[in-house]
């Protein structure tokens, strides 16, 4: 079956403007997190959402948000890009109960100019 | 609060040697611990995962780990290593709650593989 898809795969931004990022979570899966990774801090968890509530966040300022849709897809949200945004975001999706295995998409490689 | 640390940001090994990578856990609670894979320019594949069914946990691509409680460690091995090993591996805990999509990582670390 499909597995998680991250679109854009690769997107340039400018300071000051926004970006939003899709990810499509593996059928059947209700639980969808994201994650930012940066050569410095590595893998950070942002936010997970679980049938379309959002069940954690990380601590990021709240230009990060998200939202998941009925069909369990997500989107992220930054706003006022700054330069450290830069980052590879990645999406993952579980069936959302204990012990599952955690699935990850190919990420959405975010550089801001 | 969980955390993960992974001894060794670059490990080194001859085509194939033994290859170990170390990764030490802290958790309140009984943890749940994964092993990702992270080839250039890609998302994190699953290798393993230990959800306490059996302490010695094997893996694809020859990899296994062993949960060893009383060490607070779940090192990552495989007999021989393999040119396509040559990755970045993250050691992961999630401790569940109200957190089942939540990973907390180790920093990585790099797997070259010399032929």
């Known amino acids: 079956k499909a597995g998680v898809t991250q679109t854009p795969r690769y997107l340039i931004k400018t300071r000051g403007q926004q970006v939003t990022l899709s990810c499509s979570p593996i059928s059947g899966h209700r639980s969808v997190s994201w994650y930012q990774q940066t050569p410095g801090q590595g893998l950070q968890f942002l936010f997970e959402y679980f049938s379309e509530t959002q069940r954690n966040k990380g601590n990021f300022p709240g230009r990060f948000s998200g939202r998941q849709f009925s069909n369990s897809r997500s989107e992220m949200n930054v706003s006022t890009l700054e330069l450290g945004d830069s980052a590879l975001y990645l999406c993952?999706?579980?069936?959302?109960?204990?012990?599952?295995?955690?699935?990850f998409g190919e990420g959405s490689w975010l550089t801001v100019v | 609060a969980q955390s993960v640390t992974q001894l060794g940001s670059h490990v080194s090994v001859s085509e194939g040697a033994l290859v170990l990578l170390r990764c030490n856990y802290s958790s309140s609670v009984p943890p749940y611990l994964f092993w990702y894979v992270q080839y250039p320019n890609q998302g994190l594949q699953l290798l393993l995962k230990?959800?306490?069914?059996?302490?010695l946990v094997k893996g694809i691509n020859g990899f296994e780990a062993e949960f060893k409680k009383s060490e607070t460690s779940f090192h990552l091995t495989k007999p021989s290593a393999h040119m396509s090993d040559a990755a970045e591996y993250f050691c992961a805990v999630s401790t569940g709650g109200t957190s089942y999509g939540k990973l907390t990582f180790g920093q990585g670390t790099i797997l070259t593989v010399h032929p």
């Open positions: 993952a999706s579980s069936p959302g109960s204990l012990g599952n295995t955690i699935y």
């Open positions: 230990y959800t306490s069914a059996a302490t």
